[in-house]
């Protein structure tokens, strides 16, 4: 069974410049999350799809990010502008629709903004 | 906030030791509490979970140790080897009338370095 993927896996950028994260979630999960791993820290959840509506953003800054699930299938994740904070792995991981404390984890994308 | 306190934040410890790894919430509506493993390069990974309604569960050379009334959870890995060493990560969530579950609430992580 492949797992989720996701690319770039590594990016670097400039502050105020844009960027954006694809992910494919393991084949006939219907729930997607995008997560922000900070160096040394947890991953902290950014927004959770079902299918291709959105379940939970509050912790999406909504100022400078956005994401998309349209078919429900793939998904994108964008900053616009990026700030110098916004260094992170970013992780992506999906899970059934009923089973959504099981996630399965992508390699993520490390982006270093300078 | 924290929700999910993950202690220690790094550990050392021998070839054939027994590092244990601990974790307190506060939120009592938590009813479903995973560790996650992750190499360096990789995404976290499930390794072992428990629901409140047991004290211990174990899987292979994994266990986790529950306690409800103190609000605390631990993780135990018996006979470790080199090939454990990676970040451990607690995480808690609880049930949701919209989707089963809440979204995972993660500790800080624990680099574990097991050493011959």
């Known amino acids: 069974e492949a797992g989720v993927a996701q690319s770039p896996r590594y990016k670097i950028i400039e502050k105020r410049q844009s960027v954006a994260f694809w992910c494919n979630p393991i084949?006939?999960?219907?729930?997607l999350y995008w997560y922000q791993q900070i160096l040394g820290q947890g991953p902290k959840l950014l927004i959770q799809?079902?299918?291709?509506?959105?379940?939970?953003d509050s912790q999406l800054p909504k100022d400078r990010f956005s994401a998309e699930r349209l078919k429900g299938v793939d998904s994108t994740l964008k900053i616009q502008p990026a700030k110098l904070e916004d260094s992170a792995v970013y992780l992506c991981?999906?899970?059934?629709?009923?089973?959504?404390?099981?996630?399965?984890f992508g390699p993520g994308t490390r982006l270093t903004v300078t | 906030q924290q929700q999910v306190k993950q202690s220690p934040q790094s550990l050392i410890v021998q070839k054939g030791g027994i590092p244990i790894i601990n974790c307190a919430y506060e939120?009592?509506?938590?009813?479903?509490f995973p560790w996650y493993q992750q190499f360096p390069g990789k995404g976290p990974a499930l390794l072992i979970a428990?629901?409140?309604?047991?004290s211990e569960k174990k899987e292979g050379r994994f266990t986790i140790s529950f306690n409800k009334s103190a609000k605390q959870f631990s993780l135990h890995i018996m006979d470790s080897q080199p090939g454990d060493s990676a970040t451990y990560f607690c995480?808690?969530?609880?049930?949701?009338?919209?989707?089963?579950?809440?979204?995972?609430?993660f500790g800080k992580g624990t680099r574990l370095s097991v050493i011959a």
């Open positions: 428990i629901r409140p309604d047991v």
């Open positions: 799809f079902q299918n291709n509506g959105v379940v939970d």
């Open positions: 995480a808690a969530s609880m049930r949701s009338h919209h989707s089963g579950n809440t979204p995972l609430v």
């Open positions: 939120n009592t509506a938590f009813d479903y």
């Open positions: 084949s006939g999960h219907a729930t």
């Open positions: 991981a999906s899970s059934l629709r009923d089973r959504v404390h099981e996630q399965y």
